[in-house]
C-alpha cells in the first residue's frame, strides 16, 4: 500500500527495528533520497531509545498561521507596489520629460498621496507582523517551518522575480522606444531595488531554513 | 546582520519617500489652496461657456451688466449655470464680472496660483472666444 509519506514510514519501521540513525541515513541515500528529505524524515522523530519511536511536534496549517501570513504578505505587497509608485510619481514631478504629455501635475500629485497615504498604513503593520512572526519563531522552532510561511515566501519569490524580469523587459522596451531618459532609467532602478531586496531576503530566509535543516 | 539591513532599509527608503512626496506636493493645506483655485479656474470657464453662447447667431444676445443667475438665464435663450459658479467657493464672494464693450467681457477671481490652476486642469478653455491671463486671473472674452 502507497503511503502518502513512504520515508516517514520507513523511517519509523527502521527505528523500530532497532537500526541506528546512520544506517538508515545510509540506506535512504543509496535508494536515491536527496539529504534535505532524510533530514526531515529522521528529525520527524525523537532522538532517544523510547520505543515505538516518539514522533516531534511537526509544523501545521493552522488558521493562525494563515491569517497572520496573509496578513504580512499582503501588507508587504502593497508596502512595495506604493513604494515604487510614490517615488516614480515623485521623478514624474521632479524631472518632467517634455515626451511624456500623458503624465499630467494633477495626476502625479493624487496618485502621490495615494502611496502615502497606503504606505502609512500597510508598512508599520508589515513591519510589526514581521516582528511577530519572528518571535514566534524564536519561541518555538517549528513555526519556522510552517507550510503557510514557506508557500507564501516561495509566491513572494516569484512575484518578485516577475517583476524584476519585467522590469528588464520595460527597460529594453523603453530604450528602444526612445524613452531612455535620466528619469526613465531612475524609475526601473527602483523596481529593480525594491524587488530585488525582497528577492534576496526572503530567498536567503527559506534557503537559509533548508540549510538549517 | 542582513535581517537588520532589510528591515532598516526598508524603514529609511519608505520614510524618505513620503518626506520627499510631501515636499515636492506640499501637504494639505496647499492640497486644499489647489482644490479652491482649480474650482476658480473651472467656474471662469464655465462663465465664459455660457457667455459665449453657441447659439449666438440666431439669439444675438447682448452682454449683461452685471453676472447674476437671472441675467445669464435671460442672456441667451435660458441656458443656465449652477448657482455656484458665480461666486468663490472659499471667500463666498462673488468673482468681478465688467462688460468692457458690447461685445467683450472680463471675470476675475483672485488665485493662489493661477498657472498651477491652469496647469492642472484636465480640460482646456476650448473654443468659446475667451482666453485665460495667470497673471491677472481673468478671463477675458468676445462674443459674437
Known amino acids: 500500500m502507497q503511503t502518502k509519506d513512504p520515508v516517514g514510514q520507513f523511517v519509523r519501521d527502521a527505528l523500530l527495528a532497532d537500526r541506528s540513525r546512520q544506517d538508515i541515513r545510509q540506506a535512504l541515500r543509496q535508494a ?23 514522533p516531534m511536534p511537526r509544523p501545521q496549517l493552522t488558521a493562525h498561521d494563515v491569517f ?31 515626451a511624456d504629455h500623458a503624465t499630467l501635475e494633477i495626476g502625479a500629485a493624487r496618485r502621490m498621496r495615494w502611496s502615502i497615504a497606503t504606505l502609512i498604513v500597510s508598512a508599520p503593520v508589515y513591519l510589526w507582523m514581521s516582528s511577530h512572526t519572528r518571535q514566534r ?19 513572494t519569490l516569484f512575484v518578485s522575480a516577475l517583476t524584476f524580469l519585467g522590469d528588464a523587459t520595460v527597460l529594453i522596451f523603453g530604450f528602444l ?24 531576503f526572503y530567498l536567503q530566509d527559506v534557503e537559509g531554513r533548508n540549510n538549517e535543516t | ?19 520627499f512626496g510631501i515636499i515636492t506636493i506640499g501637504g494639505p493645506r496647499e492640497a ?14 464655465q462663465i465664459s461657456s455660457a457667455l459665449f453662447c453657441s447659439n449666438w447667431r440666431i439669439l444675438q444676445p447682448v452682454l449683461p451688466d452685471a453676472l447674476t443667475l437671472e441675467n445669464i438665464r435671460a442672456y441667451c435663450g435660458g ?13 463666498g464672494t462673488p468673482y468681478t464680472y465688467s462688460r468692457i464693450t458690447e461685445s467683450t467681457y472680463a471675470v476675475c477671481a483672485t488665485f493662489h496660483d493661477a498657472e498651477k490652476a491652469m496647469r492642472q486642469s484636465y480640460q482646456r478653455l476650448g473654443q468659446v472666444n475667451a482666453s485665460f491671463n495667470p497673471e491677472t486671473g481673468c478671463v477675458t472674452g468676445r462674443v459674437r
Do not use: C
Request: aromatic share 10%.
Open chain 2, 79 to 91: 441656458i443656465q449655470i449652477d448657482a455656484d459658479v458665480l461666486v468663490d467657493n472659499e471667500t
Open chain 2, 32 to 45: 486644499r489652496r489647489d482644490a479652491f483655485d482649480r474650482q476658480r479656474y473651472d467656474d471662469l470657464k
Open chain 1, 32 to 54: 536515491g533520497w536527496s539529504n534535505r528529505d532524510i533530514n526531515e524524515a529522521l528529525e520527524a522523530f525523537s532522538e532517544g531509545d523510547f520505543k515505538p519511536p516518539i
Open chain 2, 1 to 19: 546582520m542582513k535581517r537588520r539591513l532589510f528591515f532598516g532599509g526598508a524603514t529609511a527608503m519608505i520614510v524618505a519617500a513620503i518626506i
Open chain 1, 177 to 200: 522606444q526612445g524613452e531612455a531618459t535620466l528619469r526613465f532609467v531612475l524609475k526601473a532602478t527602483v523596481v529593480a531595488i525594491v524587488t530585488l531586496a525582497i528577492f534576496a
Open chain 1, 68 to 98: 497572520i501570513y496573509a496578513i504580512l504578505f499582503t501588507a508587504l505587497t502593497f508596502t512595495a507596489i506604493h513604494l515604487i509608485a510614490l517615488v516614480h510619481a515623485i521623478l514624474d514631478i521632479a524631472l518632467p520629460d517634455p
Open chain 1, 137 to 155: 519563531i524564536e519561541l518555538h522552532e517549528t513555526h519556522r517551518r510552517s507550510p503557510v510561511r514557506k508557500w507564501l515566501t516561495y509566491i
